[in-house]
């Protein structure tokens, strides 16, 4: 087996309907970052310290719940608690600059979500979202490869994206939170069995 299509068996493995916070931009030649992308990006910026504060305290909060589990499990509600007055905080009002949580089916090689704006195939994206699993914030690049029409739905287009210059360790992110939520679902399933 080739090497694309080992890639190509890979995408559409990992792959996987989820509903995170999302944010895209029409990448056009020569044009200026907009201020409202620099919040955006420094929304993000700050999001993302946050998952990786969450990733060093994982490790104290493992040793701390081998000697109490009562108290390893009030930080972990604490830590649930700042965490919400956190996102209440990028969307306390219409103006936010980032778009509350948005469905989207999410694949190691691209992503599809659905959208009032009209895309054309080829444009490209700049793709910015946060993976909730661990708050890891992802900046990439997306081509549009498909466009199709939603019937009865209040964002009548479907958008498919297909990233473009994405790296191994942030496909390896995207497959790693894909298996998690996978993972989640299937424990879901047997409790419910």
């Not at 948005?102 to 490209?124: C, P, V, Y």
């Not at 029409?149 to 496909?171: G, L, M, Q, R, V």
Request: a negative charge.
């Amino acid at each position: 087996m080739n090497k694309n299509s080992q890639i190509d068996e890979r995408r559409q493995y990992y792959r996987i309907d989820d509903d995170i916070i999302f944010n895209y931009r029409i990448i056009q030649e020569g044009n200026i970052v907009p201020e409202q992308d620099k919040k955006v990006t420094a929304a993000f910026e700050m999001i993302e310290l946050f998952g990786q504060m969450n990733l060093q305290m994982r490790v104290t909060l493992g040793r701390i719940s081998e000697r109490s589990a009562d108290i390893a499990s009030y930080l972990k509600s604490l830590d649930s608690k700042i965490e919400l007055l956190a996102e209440m905080n990028l969307f306390k009002d219409d103006q936010s600059i980032l778009h509350a949580r948005q469905k989207i089916n999410l694949g190691a090689g691209g992503l599809s979500f659905s959208t009032d704006e009209s895309l054309k195939r080829g444009m490209l994206l700049a793709i910015d979202m946060i993976l909730s699993t661990d708050l890891t914030c992802l900046h990439l690049t997306g081509q549009v490869v498909k466009v199709s029409n939603e019937k009865n739905n209040d964002c009548p287009y479907n958008i498919s994206i297909a990233f473009s210059d994405i790296t191994d360790p942030e496909e390896d992110k995207i497959i790693k939170h894909i298996m998690h939520l996978q993972s989640e679902q299937l424990r879901a399933d047997r409790v419910e069995n």
